[in-house]
């Protein structure tokens, strides 16, 4: 990924606040730890450590929270372009075959008007999971729903995930 599209997947893994303003709080809690230590115990070699401690402590929480963002962000790209290019191959032999795709489910309202409009013996596909009230509804018309499970296509190549990143980047 490039500077500002990491940028602006870091503002949202953060909440909204950029590297110095986090830096700042941990700074500011940093500090308040220190002088509270120092207050108690009056050594103020312990309070730096601690200071110390907490900053080392706040940057690796931060590494790591970062890290499983970047992990999840990845995964979930992955995943949807998966599952977008097993869907336009299915709904492509789908069509071939002379059937009509739905995506996504319609509801009764809209499954009605389509039947009404299409006329009878027109064959619905849909992807998901199976709606029980929609076969009998369908069926009534005249029409049929078919429903297909999700599936996954072949893995996709690493440049076409950071461009799909990119390209919904906040």
């Excluded at 599936?151 to 995930?161: D, S, Y």
């Amino acid at each position: 990924m490039d500077t500002s599209t990491k940028r602006a997947y870091k503002r949202s893994c953060f909440q909204g606040r950029g590297l110095f303003a986090r830096w700042m709080d941990h700074a500011f809690f940093s500090i308040l730890g220190g002088v509270c230590l120092f207050i108690l115990t009056k050594s103020m070699v312990l309070s730096v450590a601690l200071l110390l401690a907490s900053m080392l402590f706040f940057a690796l929480w931060d590494r790591r929270r970062w890290s499983r963002f970047e992990r999840q962000l990845w995964h979930q790209a992955v995943k949807a372009i998966r599952r977008e290019t097993w869907l336009k191959r299915e709904a492509e032999r789908i069509r071939q075959a002379g059937g009509i795709v739905l995506y996504p489910t319609p509801d009764k309202d809209e499954l009605i008007g389509l039947c009404l409009r299409m006329g009878q013996g027109t064959e619905f596909h849909c992807f998901g999971e199976p709606q029980p009230d929609l076969s009998p509804l369908c069926s009534s018309l005249g029409c049929r729903v078919s429903f297909h499970p999700w599936g996954e296509g072949e893995a996709p190549e690493r440049k076409q995930v950071i461009e799909r990143l990119k390209n919904e980047a906040p």
